[in-house]
DNA sequence: CTATAAATGCAATTTATTTGCATTTATAGA
DNA sequence: TCTATAAATGCAAATAAATTGCATTTATAG
């Protein structure tokens, strides 16, 4: 445990904020099974009385705004939230995931078929490249619902 | 003109909607270089007094719901529509889209890389599979201005 | 043409997000 | 270790976004 706090440590300081226990708790929540989680699910999921749902939402726009984070619409009309692995690095977490359309259910593919950076891509002078691919469908335990 | 409105009305009827200028009006919208929108964005740019927001509200959810449209977040808190291609068919206008993280700016990309669900996707028992591929990055523009 | 279920507009409500400000906390430098 | 200061936080209040209820209109099946 230890051990990743550092890692947020020198994430938070390398974006030039500064280190909090509720920064580093919404860090660790994210972090716990690469998450996808609502302002409204990171509020409820700290410790009662951790941070104030003003707060929450200044950590994640602050948190957004350096990068840290990457924001996903599921189709409810809620944007959830998840750490953002560098895409084109090898040790990252970078994965993808499989998403129930209609549970909203997610599962994380650890395969990526996008290894390298496509050619037209890097002709077109993009800079700080990243790229995020989800895959969308319905689960079997829905379609026996259905 | 009336050649796409035609695929509007089928899309419509096929998802059990009722034909409305409003929601034809809504998905011509979208269609026009395959834009990204926000509700904000959509009923604004409707002909003045066209419709209520409160009737963009809920034709978007209804939409989304029949799948009709998709959603996508860029990270600026707003979550914004577009029409929702088959990935997997032949005929469709399925495309990825280059971001910039910036300005927001879209691009279209027409290739795409992914021409069939990987064996390992099928395996895990999901249907209506569906894939969406973005990538990220700061434009040629926003590098300048830095 | 008519009946009916769905769609729309408007007003009002509820929920989500932001802002201002006083207080606390992290951290750079003495 | 102590201190100054700029950033982060909590609370109250304000603003904005999204939803609901209901009366009216509209699309469409028969």
Redesign the pocket.
Do not use: N
């Given at each position: 445990m230890a051990i990743t706090k550092e890692k947020w440590?020198i994430m938070?300081?390398a974006a030039?904020?500064?280190?909090?226990?509720?920064?580093i708790h919404i860090l660790e929540l994210l972090a716990k099974d690469h998450q996808l989680l609502?302002?409204?699910g990171i509020h409820s999921s700290l410790k009662k009385?951790?941070?104030?749902?003003?707060?929450?939402?200044?950590?994640?726009?602050?948190f957004e705004e350096v990068g840290i984070l990457t924001s996903v619409a599921l189709g409810d009309?809620?944007?959830r939230y998840e750490l953002r692995e560098d895409t084109h690095s090898k040790d990252s977490h970078h994965h993808h995931h499989l998403i129930c359309r209609i549970c909203k259910v997610v599962e994380l593919i650890q395969e990526c078929t996008i290894k390298q950076i496509p050619p037209w891509l890097k002709k077109l002078g993009y800079s700080e490249l990243d790229h995020r691919l989800d895959f969308f469908g319905v689960c079997p335990k829905c379609q026996r619902a259905a």
């Amino acid at each position: 445990m230890a051990i990743t706090k550092e890692k947020w440590i020198i994430m938070l300081r390398a974006a030039g904020l500064k280190v909090t226990p509720i920064r580093i708790h919404i860090l660790e929540l994210l972090a716990k099974d690469h998450q996808l989680l609502s302002i409204e699910g990171i509020h409820s999921s700290l410790k009662k009385g951790t941070a104030d749902f003003v707060t929450v939402y200044r950590c994640i726009r602050k948190f957004e705004e350096v990068g840290i984070l990457t924001s996903v619409a599921l189709g409810d009309g809620l944007i959830r939230y998840e750490l953002r692995e560098d895409t084109h690095s090898k040790d990252s977490h970078h994965h993808h995931h499989l998403i129930c359309r209609i549970c909203k259910v997610v599962e994380l593919i650890q395969e990526c078929t996008i290894k390298q950076i496509p050619p037209w891509l890097k002709k077109l002078g993009y800079s700080e490249l990243d790229h995020r691919l989800d895959f969308f469908g319905v689960c079997p335990k829905c379609q026996r619902a259905a």
